[in-house]
């Protein structure tokens, strides 16, 4: 794969070259000519909404060599997981339709920014969002916060669903806008639980859950995330106070007491395994659904990979 757009292309004979390549970490939201994808992405939304998927925004992302952002508009739980199914098909061939390939996968560039799929979440009854309370932080409800609780107490096993590839773990270090610290905030994109603080409408109160990304089975993701969530709600799960700094400026004293998530797919399968009771209630989950899960992963992809030589075991060794 390559890209038009690529900054290791800077140099390449494109008769002319007329430049505009993002360098890496510099692509966010550029206009064109830099931005070389604004007509193609509008293509795809429009299609999109043509599908019946609203669609909110779209913007070129951070990362050099064509990263791209198509955000839908909220809706209820499964049919979110039809629209994710319909949106990687859609946008997929409109790319294959100009000679251009997308990819959902976290981490495709070495020291790039990754992808995420930051989901949206809240909880409505009776035609109200109970997360909204006006004289709460963030404008955040108390439930709102067992449910954050939740997230927080069960993300590890969390990430064995919302991260669920080798690659996955490549996007979530430090130093990416990766969300890897579990803590929660209303602007910090350091922290695994963001809390969106655009507009003080009781209708756009939400939790913005971060480490997920699109190589997840939206059903399995989406409902596992719920699950943790309802979980915080019923136990009453305090998230303690949130973390308004920049977590990645604190001190190595200051932020050695803030939990991080899994460093790889192994662990977060270990944490699956340790704790999964919270998904089975209701049988909204059940334990072969687990087991398979548990299994298949660790043969068929983390032993798999584990067994092949890597091209930068070559680098590395070849000359030894």
């Not at 970490?25 to 043509?50: C, N, T, W």
């Not at 909110?56 to 508009?73: F, L, R, S, Y």
């Not at 709600?233 to 920049?246: A, L, R, T, V």
Request: with cysteine; proline share 7%.
């Amino acid at each position: 794969m390559d890209s038009v757009e690529g900054e290791w292309n800077t140099g390449r004979s494109e008769n002319p070259n007329l430049g505009y390549k993002p360098r890496q970490k510099e692509g966010y939201f550029p206009v064109p000519p830099h931005d070389s994808h604004q007509d193609l992405r509008s293509e795809m939304m429009l299609a999109l909404i043509k599908a019946g998927i609203p669609i909110e925004v779209h913007h070129h992302e951070v990362a050099t060599g064509g990263q791209a952002e198509i955000d839908m508009k909220f809706d209820t739980l499964t049919l979110i997981g039809d629209r994710m199914l319909l949106y990687k098909y859609i946008i997929k061939n409109i790319a294959r339709k100009h000679n251009k390939v997308v990819t959902f996968m976290p981490k495709p560039i070495f020291q790039d920014n990754g992808s995420g799929m930051h989901t949206h979440q809240s909880l409505w009854k009776d035609g109200k969002n109970i997360f909204y309370d006006p004289a709460g932080y963030a404008l955040i409800s108390q439930t709102a916060k067992y449910y954050i609780g939740g997230l927080l107490k069960h993300a590890n096993s969390l990430m064995a669903f919302c991260a669920p590839t080798t690659n996955s773990y490549k996007r979530l270090v430090p130093g990416y806008e990766a969300p890897v610290n579990l803590a929660y905030s209303q602007r910090n994109r350091s922290a695994a639980i963001r809390i969106p603080v655009y507009t003080d409408s009781p209708k756009s109160k939400r939790v913005e859950f971060r480490p997920p990304d699109a190589s997840a089975n939206g059903y399995l993701a989406f409902a596992a995330m719920l699950m943790a969530g309802l979980d915080g709600i019923q136990n009453k799960i305090d998230p303690g106070e949130p973390m308004d700094k920049d977590i990645y400026e604190l001190s190595a004293k200051e932020g050695r007491h803030i939990p991080t998530i899994p460093g790889s797919l192994e662990e977060a399968l270990n944490a699956l395994e340790a704790d999964h009771d919270y998904l089975l209630k209701g049988d909204v989950f059940t334990p072969d659904v687990i087991d398979v899960w548990l299994a298949y992963k660790r043969e068929k992809e983390i032993n798999e990979l584990t067994l092949r030589p890597h091209p930068y075991e070559f680098y590395l060794y070849f000359d030894i």
